[in-house]
């Protein structure tokens, strides 16, 4: 079993940045990849970034390529969001999740992750 908990969402201007946090508890952390994903209002959640479980490889969105960059540190239970450069558009509650299977590569697709955090809201304004 994984719990998450995001943290560092706000409200930033056009351009500005944020740290988005996830922490996570339970003893498997590390096997899980864990992905980032988000919800505006009105849409349906998407895919904004994952990484696989040891951390080798990455997956983004093409939206935010070169814009945000994820990271986890497996010995401190925690994977992160840097967003920069951002955009109106990038407006959303963000929610981690981990994989349901373990070893994974980090899929695009939500139906593939068992483990939701509750969100965080980014606001960026124009």
């Known amino acids: 079993q994984v719990q998450l908990v995001e943290s560092g969402g706000g409200l930033v201007q056009a351009g500005g940045s944020l740290r988005l946090s996830c922490a996570a508890s339970g003893r498997f952390f590390s096997r899980h990849a864990m992905g980032w994903f988000r919800q505006a209002p009105g849409k349906e959640r998407e895919f904004v970034a994952a990484?696989?479980?040891?951390?080798?490889?990455?997956d983004y969105q093409d939206s935010v390529k070169g814009r945000f960059t994820i990271s986890r540190d497996n010995a401190k239970n925690t994977v992160a969001l840097q967003m920069n450069s951002l955009k109106p558009e990038d407006t959303a509650v963000y929610y981690c999740a981990a994989e349901s299977s373990s070893y994974g590569l980090g899929s695009t697709n939500d139906y593939d992750y068992s483990y939701w955090g509750q969100g965080t809201q980014v606001t960026v304004s124009s």
């Open positions: 990484i696989r479980w040891s951390g080798g490889r990455t």
